[in-house]
């Protein structure tokens, strides 16, 4: 089955660009979805389509995907952006998700 | 507003049955695909199913295929999950999410607040 690999935590601090990885055989040949889960909250959607953000979404989150690299890239980074971080992408007819990673703003 | 929220979690015994809901309001339900995902205490999200439009077609993790059943009531606008033979396991807050129309999205646009299901004796 397709596995998605993504770094269990990073940290950042205040006003500094934040990147968080998800790596996965041939990913850049997919598209990649990247969700936000505060704690106690439901996931948001932030990136789809590798790089593109939802309606509402701060410009300071951007996306990019190649070979078999996605990368979520936070600019400026606020203490509202601490959360957990999931990637996603399609094998076949199923949804796989990365195992997530926890972003600390220090 | 566009919202979902589910229903019908709770504590069950190992081996038991119990079928979650998700209503779904403020928007054409019958034209979306749906999505049941979980997530365990202090885990990830893990995808558990999903149906089309019309009911005619769904998927499931390997992990609950043959236990677990999606399925939908477009005249109701509720999503269902009929999940037999629980496992400590498939303890998790299971989410309902809606799956993007827009075909170049393929991801979930809409999210419930999640039912909590805990399998145990």
């Given amino acids: 089955s397709y596995e998605l690999t993504q770094p269990p935590s990073v940290s950042v601090s205040p006003g500094q660009t934040a990147s968080i990885t998800c790596s996965g055989d041939k990913l850049g040949d997919k598209y990649v979805c990247w969700y936000q889960q505060k704690a106690g909250q439901s996931p948001v959607m932030v990136i789809y389509q590798d790089s593109k953000r939802p309606s509402g979404i701060p410009e300071r989150f951007s996306g990019s995907n190649s070979g078999n690299i996605a990368t979520l890239t936070i600019s400026g980074t606020q203490a509202m952006d601490e959360a957990d971080y999931y990637c996603q992408a399609w094998d076949s007819s199923t949804v796989v998700f990365g195992g997530g990673t926890k972003m600390t703003v220090l | ?121």
């Avoid at chain 2, 069950?12 to 365990?40: E, N």
Wanted: contains cysteine.
């Fill in chain 2, 1 to 121: 507003e566009v919202q979902l929220v589910e229903s019908g979690g709770g504590l069950v015994q190992p081996g038991g049955s119990l079928r979650l809901s998700c209503a779904a309001s403020g928007f054409t339900f019958s034209i979306y695909w749906m999505h049941w995902v979980r997530q365990a205490p202090g885990k990830g999200l893990v995808w558990v199913s999903r149906i089309n439009s019309d009911g005619s077609t769904t998927n499931y993790a390997d992990s609950v295929k043959g236990r677990f059943t999606i399925s939908r009531d477009n005249a109701k606008n509720t999503l269902f999950l009929q999940m037999n033979s629980l496992r400590a396991e498939d303890t998790a807050v299971y989410y309902c999410a809606r799956e993007s129309i827009v075909p170049t999205i393929t991801g979930m646009d809409v999210w419930g607040q999640g039912t909590t299901v805990t399998v145990s004796s």
